[in-house]
């Protein structure tokens, strides 16, 4: 089954305590993104991976890292989480079609992710 | 900034009733999708638009994109309750495609 999975789903931890959320995608996709959707805002792109060894920031980077060592896999990594990074989190992934033209973006579960 | 405002924002309607959502923005997108997001899940596509005036039908919805390329609209006939659900409208960027912009979203919730 074609998919995105991500893992935890709900995490709970405090600031400052570095934590990792993965993402694999099992479609070849090259482009892989991370949301992060909170009431009244919508979904904000944080990250975005063109392919392997490929990336860059979308609207709001600050607090997040990234990176794209295979192509299935686009790991979200936070340092010294804060608070105000409390949020559903998603991870996405569409392959690459030409200029013009745009492919289904695949979307995982969601991690629900609360910094005390 | 939000480049693409959705209204309304919440709706709550009878089964049975029309209804339509609209994305307004004053940038230009190449394309346009329309996702539907139910509670625990990430968003699932509903519809692409491309051509400036294209209409699509999925069943009971109706997909519109604006002339310019600026604006669609979301009309639902005959509302049933599995229609209930969080409704995002994404544009994608003229000066780069593969970045997605997305609205805040509708929630409607259709009354049995």
């Known amino acids: 089954e074609a998919q995105v999975t991500q893992n935890p789903r709900y995490l709970i931890t405090v600031t400052g305590k570095k934590l990792t959320v993965t993402c694999s995608q099992n479609?070849?996709?090259?482009?892989m993104s991370w949301y992060r959707q909170d009431p009244g805002l919508g979904l904000r792109q944080i990250y975005y991976?063109?392919?392997?060894?490929?990336?860059d920031k979308g609207d709001v980077p600050e607090g997040y890292k990234v990176s794209r060592k295979e192509k299935r896999n686009f790991p979200l990594i936070l340092e010294s989480p804060s608070p105000n990074q409390t949020s559903l989190y998603f991870c996405?992934?569409?392959?690459?079609?030409?200029?013009?033209?745009?492919?289904?973006?695949?979307f995982g579960p969601g991690t629900r992710l609360t910094v005390l | 900034t939000q480049l693409l405002e959705q209204s309304p924002q919440f709706l709550s309607i009878q089964e049975g009733e029309n209804l339509t959502v609209y994305c307004n923005s004053s940038?230009?997108?190449?394309?346009l999708q329309w996702y539907r997001q139910e509670p625990g899940e990430g968003p699932v596509l509903l519809v692409t638009?491309?051509?400036?005036?294209e209409v699509k039908k999925l069943k009971r919805l109706t997909f519109q994109f604006g002339d310019a390329r600026k604006d669609s609209s979301l009309h639902i006939t005959a509302a049933q309750p599995g229609d209930t659900g969080l409704y995002l409208c994404?544009?994608?960027?003229?000066?780069?495609?593969?970045?997605?912009?997305f609205g805040s979203g509708t929630r409607l919730l259709v009354r049995p």
């Open positions: 638009v491309v051509t400036g005036g």
């Open positions: 991976s063109m392919n392997v060894e490929v990336t």
């Open positions: 996405a992934s569409r392959g690459l079609a030409g200029k013009g033209s745009y492919n289904e973006q695949f």
């Open positions: 479609m070849n996709h090259e482009y």
């Open positions: 940038s230009v997108f190449s394309s």
């Open positions: 994404a544009g994608a960027r003229m000066d780069s495609s593969y970045k997605l912009i």
